[in-house]
Structure formats: C-alpha cells, structure tokens
C-alpha cells in the first residue's frame, strides 16, 4: 500500500513563489510516475506537472516555465517549485502515483494566491 502526504501550500501573493512536496511510502516509488495535479472550486481536476521514472518531464502549457517538477527517489519525494503564482493557480494540489494500472492520491493541499 502507497500512502503520499503533501505539504507546502498556503497563502501568498501574486507573483510569489511555493514549493509543494510529497512524501511516498512503500517501495515502487522509483519506478513510478509522479504527477501533481489540482482542483479548482467548480472545475474538474487538471494535471499541472508530471515525472518519469527515468527524469523527463511534462507540464500543461500554463505551468511552462514558472513551476518544475523534481524527485528525490533517495527520499520517495517528489517537489513541484511554483513562481510568478497568478491567482488562477488557486486550487487543491493533489499528488499522484501511477504505477501500470494503478493510481494512488494523496489528499491535498491548498494553495491560495490572492493580494
């Protein structure tokens, strides 16, 4: 059984920066996708960032170049750096294990961007 635990959220202002992680159990982390996602109030769930087993990356166009993604897989933990947050990026970051078939989620963590 895989459980993650995120931290990092909070409040901050627009233009201000965040670093969100995630702390996997269990033994396949290494060999797993790890993924942040996140959830607006009334909007469905959006993958933001996520990164192979062997290092590459994705992100959706709007994360390009202000969040990065990284693992530490001597730690089971997987980071999400976030700079120049806009208030759109208000939302619930979950974290995501896939491995084959299989998902796993933790529950969460808000991140508030106002002034």
């Known amino acids: 059984q895989v459980q993650l635990v995120e931290s990092g959220g909070g409040l901050v202002q627009p233009g201000g920066s965040l670093r969100l992680s995630c702390a996997a159990s269990g033994s396949i982390f290494r060999i797993s996708v790890m993924g942040w996602y996140r959830q607006a109030p009334g909007k469905e769930r959006e993958l933001v960032a996520r990164i192979f087993s062997g290092g590459s990356t994705n992100y959706r166009d709007s994360a390009k170049g202000r969040f990065t993604i990284s693992r530490d897989n001597a730690k089971n933990t997987v980071y999400l750096q976030m700079n120049s947050l806009k208030p759109e990026d208000t939302a619930v970051y979950y974290c995501?294990?896939?491995?084959?078939?299989?998902?796993?989620w933790g529950k969460g963590t808000l991140v508030t961007v106002s002034s």
């Open positions: 995501n294990l896939a491995y084959g078939a299989i998902d796993y």
